[in-house]
């Protein structure tokens, strides 16, 4: 065992064996690279990340590979999930040197943390004009002992110019209508009209950037918004990339066509991709979206929930071959012929083939197929399909599961809460809604410190254990917005004093003077740079997620300096938005709640009317973009307001349930009816 076997994270568990003596990231291990005079070998990756796997078993489990690294260099193993900062970092320098990242990333730095040489993967062999791994460690040390001079010189190069490249926000301003149209004209530009989807192979789900569509067509009835994205989730779920058996999405496609997917199963992409089906099906009642939504929610509450009620990190891509006990990448969800008909009978197995498009030859490897649902298929009739689904599931199960990373990353559990509180809304599943209560209630048991006088969101946790590393700006502004839409849907106000106490932190400890957000605080570690991205990547950046929240904060409260705090930031959405929309989905959507007010709804009515449950569904299924939701009883203008600043002085109308519905400082006429109230919250027609 070496240092590792202490932490709490799944990944670095795993690393826990190697005959590397790897440290964590620490600065002992700096310290310990600067007494003995060698440069430090950081490794980064996550736990359900397929070539991290491979990585490890063909070098790092390899006791003479071992040797030399343990001999010539400090070993740092980095659990990217944990420290995104970290991550953030040393990826910008290998982008910027290589032209492209990912993981794993393999970064060699001096003993001041200023790196010098990187790369990601690198195979036990030379191959496809890559280095061997060997040959790398033996260049790094030869120009470490021959080349000292050199060495430090590119180091400190590289730092100067990842300096260089700081963000000049300057004056910039939100972005208004032209922006947004801009941007809606450059995804026009890139999308595959007959695929679904953005750009080419691999295929990423383009969640942020279908949430903007959405918004847009809510906003300005753009029919050409609104169709893009539906096609893409249609071609998403009729996919390989959709797990037809059990629900939920794999992490991406490697075709353009979305047939074979990469087989790890993320809890955000889940989470996201829930919400977008969610709200597709509150747009056009789609029968296809309302499925998938559900089944994406079930999936994330059946197999990614902790037992502390929180939501695991990731499912990972590998599995072990019943045929071979070898782990393999998506040995779990691929099907031959054969073995349908084995679990299915002849029959229904011929059925099935042609349901799910499994051929002799196969879309996947050594034959096999991944499960897709074609459009044209055969007609299925409901029973027998649900029927074959089950059973199809029900042998699935005892294949050997793909491992689970347990831990609970605060960000990702917002996002969860957000779209678990809002399925279990629309779709009249308070179960999902109860999930939703329980993951939000463990990052306030868990993940917030308010020890030591210095009140903070821990990133991670496991086993209800908070994990070491400081929560970063995407943590404060998802856990946010999950405490923003859980209060929407139960009328529980406690949420909103949550989401505003984090908020709060943002604006303390991470705002520049100029509006701009960091990705770290004020007084977190001190890196070679202080990280500060505004583009999406798999998940929204924490800087429009920030955005966001406090746009919905300022609209609950009234809060001038939340609002302003909120158009500042949004100010980068102006620069991006025409140029590069989909690498800043997320800004443009909070940018349409903007532009549309957002709007604010109270609902006021005894708890146990349902009169009132008609007026607060109407609210929620309301497409106005970003509106936000205050739900409860009647007379709270004796505690000006009470939970929520929205109800002070809102009253019954004619002793019934009424709705408020207000928008940049006027205020339509108070509504007892769930149509009119639905009419007042309907698009904004140019």
């Not at 790398?136 to 470490?144: C, I, P, Y």
């Not at 001079?149 to 190069?157: C, S």
């Not at 054969?338 to 002849?346: F, K, N």
């Amino acid at each position: 065992m070496n240092r590792l076997a202490g932490t709490t994270s799944p990944y670095l568990l795993q690393h826990a064996d190697n005959p590397v003596d790897w440290w964590p990231w620490e600065p002992e291990a700096f310290e310990e690279a600067r007494r003995r005079n060698v440069p430090i070998l950081l490794s980064v990756g996550y736990s359900s990340c397929h070539w991290c796997h491979v990585l490890a078993s063909e070098s790092f489990e390899d006791e003479r590979v071992a040797a030399f690294m343990n001999e010539h260099f400090v070993n740092i193993k980095v659990d990217r999930e944990e420290r995104p900062d970290v991550d953030a970092v040393y990826m910008e320098a290998v982008q910027a040197a290589t032209g492209q990242g990912g993981w794993p990333m393999t970064v060699f730095l001096t003993a001041d943390a200023e790196p010098f040489y990187f790369g990601t993967y690198f195979p036990p062999e030379p191959r496809h004009g890559m280095p061997s791994f060997t040959q790398v460690l033996e260049g790094v040390r030869d120009a470490w002992v021959g080349r000292p001079e050199e060495v430090a010189e590119v180091a400190r190069r590289i730092v100067r110019d990842l300096a260089g490249r700081q963000l000049d926000y300057g004056k910039a301003l939100a972005p208004g209508a032209e922006e947004l149209a801009g941007a809606l004209l450059g995804l026009t530009r890139e999308y595959d009209a007959t695929h679904g989807g953005f750009g080419g192979a691999p295929k990423f789900p383009p969640s942020m950037v279908l949430e903007f569509l959405l918004r847009h067509h809510a906003r300005t009835g753009s029919e050409g918004a609104l169709q893009m994205a539906a096609d893409t989730c249609e071609s998403m779920a009729r996919g390989g990339i959709y797990d037809q058996l059990g629900g939920g999405f794999a992490r991406y496609a490697v075709d353009r066509e979305w047939v074979v997917p990469h087989f790890e199963k993320m809890l955000y992409d889940n989470a996201l991709l829930c919400r977008v089906y969610a709200h597709l099906w509150r747009a056009t009642g789609s029968d296809l979206a309302r499925r998938v939504a559900l089944e994406t929610a079930d999936f994330m509450v059946r197999e990614l929930r902790t037992a502390e009620g929180g939501f695991a990190s990731a499912l990972d891509a590998d599995s072990e071959d019943p045929l071979t006990g070898e782990h393999v990448e998506g040995a779990y969800y691929a099907w031959t012929p054969a073995q349908l008909r084995e679990v299915l009978g002849d029959a229904d197995g011929e059925l099935a083939a042609g349901w799910f498009g499994v051929t002799e030859e196969g879309t996947f490897e050594h034959g096999t197929s991944v499960l897709q649902l074609p459009q044209d298929g055969p007609v299925a009739d409901a029973a027998v399909f649900a029927g074959i689904r089950e059973r199809l599931l029900a042998a699935r199960g005892r294949r050997p599961a793909p491992g689970r990373d347990d831990k609970v990353v605060a960000a990702w559990n917002g996002l969860a809460v957000a779209a678990l509180a809002e399925c279990g809304a629309y779709f009249d599943r308070p179960d999902l809604v109860e999930r939703a209560t329980e993951a939000a209630d463990l990052l306030v048991r868990v993940h917030f410190d308010a020890t030591g006088g210095r009140a903070r969101l821990t990133r991670t946790s496991k086993d209800g254990r908070a994990g070491a590393n400081a929560g970063v700006l995407e943590d404060y502004g998802d856990v946010a917005e999950g405490f923003l839409a859980l209060a929407a849907v139960t009328g529980e106000g406690v949420w909103l004093e949550f989401a505003g106490f984090l908020l709060d932190l943002v604006l303390d400890r991470f705002t520049a003077e100029d509006g701009s957000l960091y990705d770290t605080a004020h007084d977190a570690e001190r890196l070679i740079r202080r990280p500060q991205d505004p583009t999406d990547t798999a998940a929204p950046s924490g800087w429009t997620a920030a955005a966001g929240a406090l746009l919905s904060y300022a609209a609950h409260t009234g809060s001038e300096a939340h609002r302003t705090a909120a158009e500042r930031a949004l100010g980068v959405v102006q620069a991006l938005g025409p140029r590069v929309p989909r690498f800043i989905g997320h800004g443009l959507a909070v940018a349409e709640a903007l532009l549309d007010g957002p709007r604010e709804v109270a609902v006021v009515g005894h708890p146990e009317d349902p009169a009132l449950a008609a007026l607060h569904r109407t609210a929620l299924l309301a497409t106005a973009p970003g509106a936000v939701v205050a739900a409860g009883p009647p007379g709270a203008e004796e505690d000006g307001g009470g939970e929520f600043p929205l109800l002070a002085g809102r009253t019954l109308v004619e002793d019934r349930p009424a709705a408020y519905v207000c928008r940049h400082f006027v205020c339509a006429r108070p509504t007892t009816d769930p149509a009119e109230l639905a009419q007042q919250l309907g698009a904004v027609r140019p």
